[in-house]
């Protein structure tokens, strides 16, 4: 199955083809560069840098422009292992589409299904697929080949001039154009059951088992791998694991679905499955008489993960934070942060929530995945400081619904507002430090004050968050006295404002110039030590750092 491609054009010239090409995929968003294109979903300032995104995503790319550019832009990453995906030219006119890489990824289908809707042809280049229509190396899902190697060269016998019988049921190639004789030594064998491929036969194995799972323990994959053995299936036909929601944090479930690479499905009335096929100590092989889809067996185990997006800049964003984002069917959080947390798809929902009712976002959050879902809980910086992830936990510590400790639960660090503040002005956190949040919401303010008293007689370097608010608006103030009691004037201090963000602004002062107005929520605040210092850097403006050692007393 292909997933959502993206549409990328460099002008105007190109968005009316787009327009076209979108009515074959609905989900698809047209890409456009930001300086030249209005009206497009995902506007994007660097080519190859967004089409270097997408392919190392494994997005499929339909690019409306010279094929040579979409060739030039990629050839860095083409030598990066993993899959690709499908990437086309096409030209912007929509005469000509081009189908350049992801040949076993549905690049000539996808080719075919723009050519057809544009009324051209595809320029198909393939030569098994350009005879035969097909390409045999590339079943439809729900088929798997049992050996790719061996497959190349059935398909250079056949273009050799070989001719082909069809042995069980394959719907796909009915339409295909084989040179098909009921006499042929060369045999399409389609079929679940083990067997060594003969040097003259192409073995293609639908997905029809499902293994229903009894009792998971630490033996699961070899018993399974023993099961199936022994009831003569082959591996591949096995379309996904099945069992009882109550082994949905099962380890060794995971684990033998994970190396079998099979979807795992929770089904909670056990007449649904597919009839029995055999029954073995732990569990029971099942097969059904059509490639099964395991979408829509039961469900599946849901996820919450909770991630920071950085500072905001995109490029500051964990990638594992940015699959997630991609992977989500649900997203919660502060609007501001789903804003941010873009591009986002259509068909992924949103629930925007004021900043303040955190526990309230997380419940939902475990409802939604204990459905079966993928859901994000996104953060600023990173979800573990003065964010989502404590109040995610909070809320399943002690938690009565059992479905909620089944879910899989996942944090993602993110870079924090104080480190991405630090490394703009250089290092002022180089040696210990502490971070402190001003609010005084989710403790007293006397708390607030000891660990200040504390903190500065200790001569660490303090970073402030949540310095100051419309409704906090003394509290800085009164920090800063007590900071003034242990700290001189000369004390530098880094005010950073919307670090990656549009109007990020940077300040190095000290704390004799520091006054509450010059600070407001978006500023994260950075106190020096005693040993932090600063020096004029080329630039403009300075360098500030805290060397790493501290002067013997
Ligand atoms: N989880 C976030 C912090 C949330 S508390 C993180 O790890 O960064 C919110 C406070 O963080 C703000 O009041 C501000 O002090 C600081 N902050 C968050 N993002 C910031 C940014 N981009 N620039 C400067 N300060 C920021």
């Known amino acids: 199955m292909t997933s959502t491609p993206a549409i990328l054009i460099l002008g105007p010239s190109a968005l009316a083809c787009a327009r076209r090409i979108q009515a074959c995929y609905p989900q698809a968003e047209i890409h456009g560069l930001r300086s030249r294109v209005e009206d497009v979903e995902q506007p994007y300032d660097d080519f190859g840098d967004t089409l270097r995104g997408l392919y190392r995503r494994n997005v499929p790319i339909i690019a409306l422009c010279a094929a040579g550019i979409v060739i030039r832009s990629l050839a860095t990453v083409l030598g990066e292992k993993g899959g690709e995906p499908p990437v086309l030219a096409v030209a912007e006119d929509g005469s000509a589409v081009v189908p350049l890489l992801g040949g076993l990824g549905g690049v000539n289908r996808m080719a075919r299904e723009i050519a057809s809707h544009l009324q051209v042809s595809a320029a198909i280049t393939t030569s098994g697929e350009l005879r035969f229509g097909t390409c045999l190396l590339e079943p439809p899902a729900g088929y798997v080949l049992a050996d790719l190697e061996q497959g190349k060269g059935f398909v250079s016998d056949l273009l050799g001039g070989e001719t082909v019988r069809i042995e069980g049921d394959a719907p796909w190639l009915e339409q295909a154009n084989l040179p098909v004789d009921n006499q042929a030594e060369r045999v399409i064998h389609i079929s679940p059951n083990r067997r060594v491929a003969?040097?003259?036969?192409?073995?293609?194995?639908?997905?029809?088992?499902?293994?229903?799972?009894?009792?998971?323990?630490?033996?699961?994959?070899?018993?399974?791998?023993?099961?199936?053995?022994?009831?003569?299936?082959?591996?591949?036909?096995?379309?996904?694991?099945?069992?009882?929601?109550?082994?949905?944090?099962?380890?060794?479930?995971?684990?033998?679905?994970?190396?079998?690479?099979?979807?795992?499905?929770?089904?909670?009335?056990?007449?649904?499955?597919?009839?029995?096929?055999?029954?073995?100590?732990?569990?029971?092989?099942?097969?059904?008489?059509?490639?099964?889809?395991?979408?829509?067996?039961?469900?599946?185990?849901?996820?919450?993960?909770?991630?920071?997006?950085?500072?905001?800049?995109?490029?500051?964003?964990?990638?594992?934070?940015?699959?997630?984002?991609?992977?989500?069917?649900?997203?919660?959080?502060?609007?501001?942060?789903?804003?941010?947390?873009?591009?986002?798809?259509?068909?992924?929902?949103?629930?925007?929530?004021?900043?303040?009712?955190?526990?309230?976002?997380?419940?939902?959050?475990?409802?939604?995945?204990?459905?079966?879902?993928?859901?994000?809980?996104?953060?600023?910086?990173?979800?573990?400081?003065?964010?989502?992830?404590?109040?995610?936990?909070?809320?399943?510590?002690g938690a009565d619904e059992v479905e909620w400790q089944r879910v899989e639960l996942q944090i993602f660090p993110g870079v924090s507002a104080a480190l991405?503040?630090?490394?703009?002005?250089?290092?002022?956190?180089?040696?210990?430090?502490?971070?402190?949040?001003?609010?005084?919401?989710?403790?007293?303010?006397?708390?607030?004050?000891?660990?200040?008293?504390?903190?500065?007689?200790?001569?660490?370097?303090?970073?402030?968050?949540?310095?100051?608010?419309?409704?906090?608006?003394?509290?800085?103030?009164?920090?800063l006295e007590i900071l003034r009691q242990q700290r001189t004037p000369e004390t530098l201090v880094v005010l950073g404002r919307d670090i990656g963000r549009p109007g990020e602004t940077l300040r190095t002062l000290t704390l004799g110039e520091l006054t509450p107005a010059m600070v407001d929520m978006r500023t994260l605040v950075i106190v020096g030590s005693s040993q932090t210092c600063r020096f004029p850097r080329a630039e403009g403006g300075d360098w500030v750092y805290t060397p790493r050692s501290y002067p013997q007393s």
């Open 198 to 397: 003969r040097a003259d036969e192409l073995l293609i194995h639908p997905c029809q088992v499902a293994a229903w799972i009894e009792q998971p323990g630490p033996a699961l994959l070899d018993d399974l791998r023993q099961a199936l053995h022994s009831a003569a299936l082959a591996e591949q036909s096995l379309a996904c694991l099945l069992a009882a929601p109550e082994w949905m944090a099962n380890a060794d479930l995971q684990s033998a679905a994970t190396q079998l690479n099979v979807p795992l499905r929770f089904i909670d009335d056990s007449r649904q499955l597919p009839p029995l096929h055999s029954q073995h100590a732990t569990l029971r092989l099942l097969l059904a008489s059509a490639p099964l889809d395991a979408n829509q067996l039961g469900r599946p185990r849901g996820r919450l993960t909770v991630i920071g997006l950085g500072p905001g800049a995109a490029e500051f964003m964990v990638p594992a934070a940015r699959q997630a984002l991609d992977e989500a069917q649900d997203l919660l959080g502060y609007e501001t942060y789903i804003n941010m947390a873009g591009p986002l798809r259509p068909d992924q929902v949103r629930h925007c929530t004021d900043n303040r009712e955190e526990m309230q976002r997380a419940r939902h959050a475990f409802e939604l995945a204990a459905s079966g879902r993928r859901v994000v809980v996104v953060s600023s910086g990173d979800p573990g400081v003065f964010a989502m992830a404590a109040a995610v936990l909070e809320a399943l510590h």
């Open 420 to 479: 991405a503040t630090a490394a703009k002005a250089g290092a002022p956190l180089g040696h210990d430090f502490c971070l402190i949040s001003l609010s005084d919401n989710l403790k007293p303010w006397s708390i607030i004050e000891t660990r200040l008293e504390h903190a500065a007689a200790a001569d660490l370097v303090m970073a402030f968050y949540n310095p100051i608010s419309k409704a906090r608006p003394w509290q800085l103030g009164r920090a």
